[in-house]
């Protein structure tokens, strides 16, 4: 037989944080894999909500661009807040 | 009928359906067919715990869940005989769970409004499960009717090959 | 171990300084403690190795379900029928975890599972032993599972990213389980003359093949030089194995159970226990296929995947036959 489709799982737990990343898992079709995700990825209470993408359909960026990709963001300093001395005295910000 | 021969009869469905399911845990067509699988059992012997823990409550015997689970009889279980249908195959397995499920569901519902508060509270819990197993149930149901000639006719009731 | 005698293909671990080009640079990342993950560039022999690895330990948690899984329908109450159940449960989706991680190195599950139906895999030696009564499943909870979470903690940290990322799920989820087990052992050691009897007797049965999970001695294991470089092993087999019997044998005490070893000692130079020669001829004879219910084991896999196969074509040609209608927009 064919291997079913991979699927990434994403699970948004109950603290209101971003869906995350938890694994993956095969699945003829989304209700299945959304109903696998749940019995697998969930039965200690981590989530509220599920997504399944086909891992297929995922775009990713590729190792070999690291360089060009990341290293540019590391001389803008000044985007960070500690990069700013405040003087004495200054709160609340 | 009594209210505890009521509850009894609800705990041995769960039970022997739970029971059966767990003799599955470790021999599902894939994996994750296992985990879902095992949910169900663990959902459905939980369920049972719950009815029997509250018949021996209204019985006033002395008996808890494990006295009426393991020290009874078979000519005293009080179960449909659905749930006493053997796994069989898979399209045996989910034709069983998605009549039973499809029943359980709406009963569930039904009794979330009881006026014994005890008895809506465990229907309550346990009808989110069963909403949960219909849908799943429901699911293979439609994937078996429709797939390929063999699932189709397994699932309409043609002998296995 | 869940994966003992991992073959490496390599004959002689070589120094860095030996290596050159990329696999210079990629020894360099690992001794920086820098994580490898599925698109970096890796040596073929690290991606097989792992490959044969992470799927042996897969195949370990999904034939481990087996033994224990023998005893969920006759366990002794409601409560440890439903603790058990969720514990067999879990194991399943460790292997799940575990096939997922192999998967990422370019294999496909099918293609693992196959390789264990005709016999070219190894799963753990462990589970080629029968669960005879219940006090066994307390005895593979408190031992079997004590002995897994000793090799798999360090995994958490090994040097490939997906293996120690599904690690770290199955360390949170296992720490139930070896209570789980040593719960019933308290209750039964705690019990009747005959409770306490069958608590000992499941003790002398899963002591020894609990030692030699840990795989053969440091002075035999020809693979290990390669795999520690590789920070895919991160302490050797007598390590894990000495850690295993120091923390057990308290354990053991404390429920005046007795370990089957007449020679064990406490050794106070060493601050550890000194154990009897362990029977490797009998390690090898399982791993080989000559265990107890090796035969048993892996027919009842097999026989799973088989009767499985037209469940699995049924969805995939549903599921077929849905994104078509979807694509064209006509219903059947």
Sequence with gaps: MKDWPLWEVFIRSSHGLAHKHVGSLRAADAEMAIGNARDVYTRRNEGVSIWVVRSADIAASSPGDKEPLFDPARSKVYRHPTFFQLIDGVKHM | MSLFDYVLRLGDNALILGQQLAALTGHGPVIEEDIATANIALDLVGEARLWLSLAGEIEGAGRDEDDLAFLRDEIDFRNLLLVERPNGDFADTMARQFLFDAWHEALLEALSASTDARVAAVAAKSWKEARYHLSHSGGWVIRLGDGTDYSHGRMSGRPAS | MYAQMVDT??????????????????????????????????????????????????????????????????????????????????????????????????????????????????????????????????????????????????????????????????????????????????????????????????????????????????TESVHSAQSAAWRIKLHSNDELRQRFIDQTVPQADLLDLKIPDPDLRWNEARQSYDIGAIDWNEFHAVVRGDGPCNKERLAARRDAWDRGAWVRDAAAAHAEKTTIERKTGETR
């Design chain 3, 9 to 218: 293909g390599v004959q002689r671990l070589r120094s860095t300084e030996e290596l050159d080009g990329d696999e210079r640079h990629f020894q360099e990342r690992i001794d920086a403690g820098v994580r490898i993950e599925p698109e970096d560039w890796m040596p073929d022999s690290y991606r097989k190795t792992l490959v044969r690895q992470i799927s042996q330990h897969a195949h370990s948690e999904i034939v481990g379900m087996l033994p224990e899984g023998n005893w969920i329908t006759r366990a002794p109450s409601l409560l440890r029928k439903a603790t058990l159940l969720a514990k067999v449960q879990d194991e399943g989706g460790h292997g799940l975890y575990l096939y997922a991680a192999a998967e990422t190195l370019g294999v496909s599950r099918d293609d693992l599972i196959d390789a264990l139906h005709e016999g070219k895999a190894k799963y753990s030696s462990i589970f080629n032993y029968p669960t005879l009564t219940w006090a066994d499943i307390g005895a593979i909870g408190w031992l079997v599972d004590g002995a897994a979470i000793i090799n798999q903690i360090p995994l958490c940290r090994c040097s490939y990213g997906p293996y120690g990322r599904a690690m770290v799920r199955v360390c949170k989820e296992e720490s139930f389980h070896q209570r789980q087990g040593y719960d019933i052992m308290t209750v039964l050691a705690q019990g009747s003359a005959a409770q306490r009897r069958m608590a000992q007797d499941a003790l002398n049965r899963w002591w020894w093949p609990a030692v030699m999970m840990f795989g053969p001695p440091d």
